[in-house]
């Protein structure tokens, strides 16, 4: 069961939401960094403009970017425009996701360049240590674990047959689970009676933990596995020093509720913006 320690929220405060989206920034960095690794004619790189971290994934990539625009340093029109051309020097198009506890100058500026607001995402929290336990019962048949060597091909086609109602998308998909596999976020991977049935991934900013890459296969479903999924990487980042846990999910959507269930809160609904 949480303890009440585990319950004592963060107050959401600029300082907070730094951390959230330091976190997020450097989980897409390392995404980055192994994409230009593993496919290296693609150009894919990022930089540091005005405190705002520009990600090329490839046009048309989500990944594809910036994050934290306006949170750590006012936005200039000097760094507008070398956002800008970041993106465009790429061929690709410009996009910022922002925060609502962002400097003031960011919505401005936003708005003197003609932007325009494309999607909500609801950033979400709670505070972790040692002694976390979920509250639910687990399927003690179900098994977690992180991929070992040589299983990185392994973790990619199980997330890829998680998302299989998405058919159209499954080479991105494939793509996508094969580089996050080989960047520095960790894999785990949850198994029942020895076969392999759900994704999980996690990534460490200083002592924030992001949960991503939740993907469970549609035959195994229902049995526990998100929810194993989500205890171990709760405490394997407690064990290495983070205190509060992070994940992203659309406003209303299936995630957010069930990870409101198991002690989330909403920080913060940010906006996305194109240019």
């Known amino acids: 069961m949480t303890t009440s320690e585990e319950r004592t929220y963060p107050l959401v405060d600029i300082g907070l939401a730094r951390r959230l989206e330091k976190t997020e920034a450097t989980a897409n960095i390392e995404f980055v960094e192994a994409r230009a690794k593993v496919a290296p004619a693609l150009g894919a790189q990022w930089q540091e403009i005005g405190g705002t971290f520009a990600m090329f994934d490839g046009a048309g990539s989500p990944l594809t970017q910036t994050f934290g625009l306006g949170m750590f340093e006012p936005v200039t029109s000097e760094t507008m425009a070398s956002l800008e051309g970041f993106f465009k020097s790429r061929g690709a198009d410009v996009f910022h996701e922002v925060s609502p506890l962002s400097d003031p100058t960011s919505l401005s500026f936003l708005n003197e360049r003609n932007y325009r607001p494309i999607e909500f995402t609801s950033v979400m929290f709670r505070p972790i240590n040692q002694s976390f336990r979920l509250g639910a019962q687990r399927n003690e048949t179900v098994k977690v674990r992180l991929i070992r060597a040589g299983e990185e091909s392994l973790w990619a086609e199980t997330a890829v047959k998680g998302w299989s109602e998405f058919a159209e998308l499954a080479d991105f998909l494939r793509e996508l689970g ?6 520095k976020s960790l894999s785990f991977l949850a198994e029942m009676n020895g076969a392999p049935i759900a994704t999980g991934a996690l990534g460490i900013c200083d002592d924030v933990a992001i949960l991503a890459g939740a993907s469970t296969i549609p035959e195994a479903r229902r049995n526990g596995a998100q929810l194993a999924l ?11 020093g983070c205190d509060t846990a992070m994940m992203c999910a659309s406003p209303g959507s299936a995630s957010q509720r069930n990870a409101e269930r198991h002690g989330f809160r909403i920080a913060y609904t940010r906006i996305k913006w194109q240019l």
């Open 178 to 183: 094969e580089v996050n596999a080989q960047s």
């Open 230 to 240: 989500l205890e171990e990487r709760l405490r394997f980042a407690a064990e290495k």
